[in-house]
């Protein structure tokens, strides 16, 4: 709990068996829209990041912050109004710049390496984190969704940020061609990555379609790393072929799920996936 906007906020902290003295990497988790932290953190559900198994073996921390109504206020809103408190936004980036700054001022958290990752509206806080916290932020991974148009225009990072974007293309939720909103337009996933690919001066791409674990599994994942990126700020796009509005996972769907948020993918374990990509970035 911390105050921050003259109210009390969550956050749960992860912490690995000790495994040495000195601070250790730190993952930022961000929960979708409606998601509980413990749900974020569960094996199930279409968009679980269960990363605490991989941080005990790995020993890094897993920062979970909790939303006001459950709803991150990453910007100018392209639906309707964000979260608010008395008259003012929410200030999420400010929340979360308290909260990593509290970790390292604590000596648990490595300032150099710093990540955060996010789920659906979590992944469009992640977006505006690397956008506006690059001075602490090393790399991040949103998982199923683009950005905003007004996100791409209001992103001016101090220093480009390493992104790995996963997403699939038959999403019923965050679409990955885009969508008309209310309020602005959330953009494609390729117009998203090739924002990103542009800011970082990324030359060409190189797309391989990764092994098939089971038959049964309709999707198919192609991953594409861009190349000739400038600063060691690589970019890459897991592109779920056929895949939903769920984190690609070893763990199977349930009916109801697939029903709702469409298929999930079963070639990657999302978490292994996320610290393979950071754990040698560091800012």
Avoid at 37 to 47: H, I, K, Q, T
Avoid at 68 to 90: C, E, F, K, N, Q
Avoid at 255 to 266: I, K, V
């Amino acid at each position: 709990m911390l105050m921050h906007q003259g109210i009390e906020r969550s956050a749960w902290l992860h912490q690995p068996p000790a495994t040495g003295d000195g601070p250790r990497p730190l993952i930022v988790a961000l929960h979708g829209q409606g998601q509980s932290v413990e749900n974020l953190r569960g094996a199930s559900g279409c968009c679980s990041l269960p990363l605490d198994g991989v941080a005990d073996r790995e020993g890094f921390l897993v920062l979970y912050p909790q939303a006001i109504d459950l709803r991150w206020s990453y910007g100018r809103p392209t639906v309707a109004a964000m979260p608010s408190v008395g008259d003012a936004p929410v200030d999420d980036v400010g929340f979360i710049r308290q909260l990593i700054d509290d970790l390292i001022a604590r000596k648990l958290a490595d300032p150099a390496r710093v990540y955060v990752t996010g789920v659906s509206r979590g992944g469009l806080m992640a977006y505006t984190l690397a956008c506006a916290l690059a001075d602490r932020i090393a790399a991040a991974v949103p998982i199923i969704t683009g950005m905003t148009d007004l996100q791409r225009e209001d992103c001016k990072p101090a220093r480009p940020i390493p992104i790995l974007v996963i997403a699939g293309t038959n999403d019923p939720v965050q679409s990955y061609d885009g969508a008309q909103l209310a309020l602005g337009r959330l953009l494609s996933v390729p117009e998203t990555v090739e924002f990103w690919r542009t800011l970082h001066g990324c030359t060409r791409p190189d797309p391989r379609l990764l092994p098939h674990r089971e038959e049964s599994d309709p999707t198919r994942l192609v991953r594409v790393d861009w190349l000739g990126c400038k600063n060691d700020a690589p970019v890459s796009l897991y592109r779920v072929r056929g895949g939903g509005h769920q984190v690609p996972s070893f763990n199977a769907s349930t009916d109801e799920a697939t029903r709702q948020f469409g298929r999930r993918n079963r070639d990657i374990e999302t978490v292994e996936e996320i610290w393979t990509f950071v754990k040698t970035l560091s800012r």
